[in-house]
């Protein structure tokens, strides 16, 4: 069994600046290389892991964010490991110094520095995520494990790196219930477009399952390279494409098209997916609230759509589409 690859290390810097200082401080510790800065409000409740927040921007999943009740805000960011924590802090030091004009004080602020050690962040879960079946004929596997000798399903080797998608979501695992089912009835060789493919499971999976081709598009640069290694993982990369252009009229005439985003997203880009079908095609539609099920209903509606089929759980649905 081979090792889940290792990060190198990072210098950790952690302040409490003004509010009205962050946009200046972030732009400063960006600029020193921080791959990720964290804010943290002082006063605002943390969702701990029941958030409804999967992926992206938090407000397209839970409304407007709430209003930080207090003036302050502490950052948290990481550095390459560079010259170590004292330079880094150092260097942070006498550059607030030039902020004292506008933020009295703000040079002054306790400065947390401190090397993370070389980890696999995602060596927790990673630990504890097993092969795993869906639907009827797919087995999941994390890419550093080996499946039982003679797994009779299909095995999707997997490294989500930092991309969502692994097919414990319910968001994903109905999308590819639902995909077994359409690629099994439709046609052999359909072409499928995976609209926010993150770690490509969907299009990966709808390869193995017959598909001809498949495009994924996705915002994230870093999905886009996970999803194309994945796609090499599993042996499909010559009939895998995966592209960080956003979707536009170009798209057209796919049998099936995937779309697990979040409401917001899927009325805005309603015209579009309804637009990439092929005459037939199927729509999957995933990542919906059920509070938001009816704004998406709408949207793809005036698309030209109706709802074919549907999963849901307690909190999402998943919903296929097709030319009324
Ligand atoms: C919930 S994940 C779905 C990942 C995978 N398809 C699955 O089913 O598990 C949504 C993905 O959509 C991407 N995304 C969000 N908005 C997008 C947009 N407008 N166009 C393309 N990708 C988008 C995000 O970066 C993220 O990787």
């Known amino acids: 069994m081979a090792a889940p690859p290792k990060v190198p290390a990072w210098v950790e810097l952690r302040l409490t600046v003004p509010v009205a200082a962050q946009?200046?401080?972030?732009?400063?510790?960006?600029?020193?290389?921080?791959?990720?800065?964290?804010?943290?409000?002082?006063?605002?409740?943390?969702?701990?892991?029941?958030?409804?927040?999967?992926?992206?921007?938090?407000?397209?999943?839970?409304?407007?964010?709430?209003?930080?009740?207090?003036?302050?805000?502490?950052?948290?960011?990481?550095?390459?490991?560079?010259?170590?924590?004292?330079?880094?802090?150092?260097?942070?030091?006498?550059?607030?110094?030039?902020?004292?004009?506008?933020?009295?004080?703000?040079?002054?602020?306790?400065?947390?520095?401190?090397?993370?050690?070389?980890?696999?962040?995602?060596?927790?879960?990673?630990?504890?995520?097993?092969?795993?079946?869906?639907?009827?004929?797919?087995?999941?596997?994390?890419?550093?494990?080996?499946?039982?000798?003679?797994?009779?399903?299909?095995?999707?080797?997997?490294?989500p790196g930092m991309a969502f998608g692994t097919g414990?979501?319910?968001?994903?695992?109905?999308?590819?219930?639902?995909?077994?089912?359409?690629?099994?009835?439709?046609?052999?060789?359909a072409r499928v477009l995976d609209v926010g493919t993150g770690t490509g499971i969907l299009a990966v999976a709808s390869l193995l399952l017959g598909a001809g081709h498949a495009t994924g598009i996705d915002l994230d640069p870093a999905a886009v390279a996970e999803a194309r290694a994945n796609a090499a993982c599993n042996g499909v990369a010559d009939r895998f494409e995966a592209t960080g252009a956003p979707l536009d009229e170009g798209a057209r005439g796919f049998d099936l098209v995937l779309a697990n985003l979040v409401a917001e997203t899927l009325v805005d880009l309603a015209p579009l997916l309804a637009g990439a079908l092929a005459p037939g095609g199927t729509l999957l539609t995933s990542g919906v609230l059920h509070a938001r099920a009816g704004r998406v209903e709408a949207a793809l509606g005036a698309a030209g759509l109706t709802q074919a089929r549907e999963r849901r759980d307690d909190a999402w649905v998943t919903a296929a589409w097709t030319r009324a």
């Open 168 to 189: 414990t979501h319910f968001t994903t695992a109905s999308c590819l219930e639902l995909l077994e089912d359409l690629l099994e009835a439709g046609p052999r060789g």
């Open 23 to 159: 946009d200046a401080v972030t732009a400063f510790l960006a600029a020193r290389g921080a791959d990720g800065i964290q804010e943290e409000h002082p006063g605002l409740d943390d969702l701990g892991d029941d958030g409804p927040i999967v992926t992206g921007d938090p407000r397209l999943w839970a409304g407007d964010a709430p209003e930080n009740p207090s003036e302050e805000v502490t950052l948290s960011a990481w550095l390459p490991a560079g010259d170590g924590p004292e330079a880094e802090a150092e260097a942070l030091r006498g550059w607030l110094a030039g902020l004292e004009g506008d933020h009295p004080g703000v040079s002054a602020v306790e400065i947390a520095a401190r090397t993370v050690e070389e980890q696999d962040w995602n060596a927790p879960w990673k630990a504890l995520w097993r092969p795993t079946p869906v639907g009827r004929n797919l087995l999941i596997c994390p890419s550093w494990l080996e499946p039982e000798p003679g797994e009779p399903r299909r095995v999707l080797r997997l490294d």
